[in-house]
């Protein structure tokens, strides 16, 4: 069975600082990958997936993952963040085979910080 | 209409209570996905539909849980009985795509139903 590990419940930065929110999978079969954020009383909004080809995946507002099979994880970037930003974040999976629906992580709350 | 639409925004239930929450996908996307959400945790899967035939409804907690797409459109999850434990956010998405290659594509969620049990 499939499942996601985000480390952090909550990330506090700065404005203007990077970051990196961190997730992590088990699955025993290939998998696709996905950050989606959730803005307050808003529906999930998919940031970037990974589904294959380069691993370094680049997303909607300066974000960017990268896969790492061997570590088994999909951390999410960025170089720079603004208020704008502060949100739920959520790492998701779908085994290549088998069952269709997402399996989700428990979320990353970045807080950014003027 | 531009996104999923998902009603009533808010529900309020005394225990025992029947309730139906609505879902109204993006016109003529094919797979509508139902998912819950309790507070400080990601989405958990409830049931899936392709068109009008639900494939997977390994998600639903109880068999007070129904939800049907009669029509392939509008999806309506039904909880029978409810019990405080019902209360959380209830999350629609649906896809252009059948469940295959819905990967490729992503979903789109709703904002959700708010269901309290009192």
């Known amino acids: 069975a499939q499942s996601v590990t985000q480390l952090d419940s909550q990330v506090p930065v700065f404005e203007e600082a990077p970051v990196e929110l961190r997730c992590n999978y088990s699955s025993s079969v290939s998998v696709y990958l996905f950050w989606y954020v959730q803005y307050p009383n808003q529906g999930l909004q998919l940031l970037l997936k990974y589904l294959s080809g380069s691993t370094l995946v680049k997303g909607i507002n300066g974000f960017e993952a990268e896969f790492n099979k061997s570590q088994t994880s999909f951390h999410l970037r960025k170089p720079s963040v603004h208020i704008s930003d502060t949100a739920e974040y959520f790492c998701?999976?779908?085994?290549?085979?088998?069952?269709?629906?997402?399996?989700f992580g428990s979320g990353t709350r970045l807080q950014v910080q003027p | 209409g531009a996104g999923v639409s998902q009603s009533p925004r808010y529900k309020v239930a005394k225990r025992g209570q029947d309730v139906a929450l609505r879902c109204d996908p993006i016109?003529?996307?094919?797979?509508l996905f139902w998912y819950q959400q309790a507070l400080g945790q990601g989405p958990e899967f409830l049931t899936y539909?392709?068109?009008?035939?639900?494939?997977?409804k390994s998600g639903l907690p109880s068999d007070r849980f129904f939800a049907e797409r009669p029509e392939g459109s509008v999806s309506t999850l039904k909880i029978q009985r409810t019990q405080q434990e019902d209360s959380t956010v209830y999350l629609c998405a649906s896809s252009p795509q059948r469940a295959g290659l819905v990967r490729n594509y992503g979903y789109t969620f709703g904002s959700g139903t708010r269901l309290t049990v009192v």
């Open positions: 539909f392709q068109n009008e035939a639900q494939l997977d």
């Open positions: 016109s003529g996307h094919v797979s």
């Open positions: 998701a999976v779908s085994e290549g085979t088998g069952r269709r629906a997402l399996t």
